[in-house]
């Protein structure tokens, strides 16, 4: 058994988060569907649903997006005997959602694993969200060419010895030791390593903070290694036109 009507909270006003404002604004419905219903599972036992579909506009950006509603009759506060309302946004986003940094000067696949990373970490796709940001740091250093480099060694003797290695760990130290990344970096990006390995291998869930943070790391290291550069090389051009544009007014 099942009703369907129409545009009954039409213009109605909900407060939900904007993907565009980032925060809890006024939203007006522009088109609803309800539905409820009822299924019976014999003649003692049966579940009542409720279901609303939304397009909402926001009232300050004007973004549109969409909404829904749900409950049944087994969900419910065994504390107020009130049905439980589950929301649902669409793209989805909450307070902690992330906003998407633009990359002006970083090749294409290594924008769009970046995009990809944030859309998982949206998503509370976490296992996958740090698989990706150990991909990114495999990007980087296949753009920048770094093919390995030198990793210590602990023997049993206690005694350390350095070898070349191929592996995430041999690049990373290579990227140090080429001098794009210091030391301080480096080891940071170690540490996205283990976040990467443990999600991959271990298929281990890495912590919203863990990932929040990981994510933030890896921005900064994407605008230094291939932002900063070129609005460095861009304010040289600037000054240098202007000083010889000075001098030919002279």
């Given at each position: ?22 925060r ?55 504390y ?51 698989a ?21 060694i ?44 443990e ?23 994407l ?5 900063i ?15 010889k ?6």
């Amino acid at each position: 058994m099942r009703k369907v009507e129409f545009n009954k909270s039409k213009d109605k006003i909900l407060k939900v988060i904007c993907s565009d404002c980032k925060r809890e604004t006024r939203h007006k419905v522009l088109q609803s569907v309800d539905m409820t219903g009822r299924e019976d599972y014999s003649d003692d036992f049966w579940i009542a649903w409720d279901s609303i579909y939304q397009i909402i506009e926001c009232q300050g950006c004007l973004s549109v997006s969409f909404r829904t509603e749900s409950y049944n009759s087994e969900d419910y506060d065994p504390y107020t005997g009130k049905p439980v309302v589950f929301e649902r946004l669409y793209p989805y986003r909450s307070s902690d959602t992330l906003n998407i940094k633009e990359f002006h000067n970083i090749p294409v696949n290594l924008n769009r694993i970046y995009r990809e990373v944030i859309d998982c970490y949206n998503n509370e796709i976490n296992t996958l969200c740090a698989a990706g940001l150990r991909t990114i740091i495999e990007g980087i250093c296949a753009v920048l060419k770094i093919n390995n480099g030198p990793v210590k060694i602990t023997k049993k003797d206690g005694s350390v010895k350095v070898v070349r290695k191929k592996n995430l760990q041999g690049k990373i130290s290579g990227l140090t030791e080429k001098g794009i990344l210091t030391t301080k970096y480096s080891d940071i990006l170690h540490e996205h390593r283990y976040l990467g390995n443990e999600a991959v291998h271990e298929l281990s869930q890495p912590s919203r903070q863990e990932l929040a943070l990981a994510i933030e790391i890896i921005e900064n290291i994407l605008e230094n290694v291939f932002e900063i550069p070129e609005k460095a090389e861009e304010l040289k051009r600037r000054r240098f036109k202007r000083l010889k544009k000075h001098n030919s007014v002279k």
